[in-house]
Nanobody, 124 residues
Framework: QVQLVESGGGLVQAGGSLRLSCAAS????????MGWFRQAPGKEREFVAG????????YYGDSVKGRFTISRDNAKNTVYLQMNRLKPEDTAVYYC?????????????????WGQGTQVTVSS
């Protein structure tokens, strides 16, 4: 079992930055592929970024490429999402997720564990 707790959300002006964190419980965090998703009101949950267990491979959704960076610190059981040049359309609840397979996945059903989410609001 893995428990995930997101933090770092908040209100920011367009063009600003935020860093989200996702702290994981359990001794096997380093064996999980991690992902960030987001869900805006009235929209489906959207893949944002994923990172392999070692951190050596990353993958991003088209809407955040070049602005967001995913990273992880296995010693701290934490995955991060650095969000720069934020836009109002980035407003959403952001969720981190873990999967026990090695490949980065972009769809929800392929992830085994989910956090409760953290709200990010970008004002124009």
């Amino acid at each position: 079992q893995v428990q995930l707790v997101e933090s770092g959300g908040g209100l920011v002006q367009a063009g600003g930055s935020l860093r989200l964190s996702c702290a994981a419980s359990g001794r096997t965090f380093s064996s999980y592929t991690m992902g960030w998703f987001r869900q805006a009101p009235g929209k489906e949950r959207e893949f944002v970024a994923g990172i392999s267990w070692s951190g050596g491979r990353t993958y991003y959704g088209d809407s955040v490429k070049g602005r967001f960076t995913i990273s992880r610190d296995n010693a701290k059981n934490t995955v991060y999402l650095q969000m720069n040049r934020l836009k109002p359309e980035d407003t959403a609840v952001y969720y981190c997720a873990a999967r026990s397979k090695s490949a980065i996945a972009t769809t929800e059903p392929l992830y085994d564990y989910w956090g409760q989410g953290t709200q990010v609001t970008v004002s124009s």
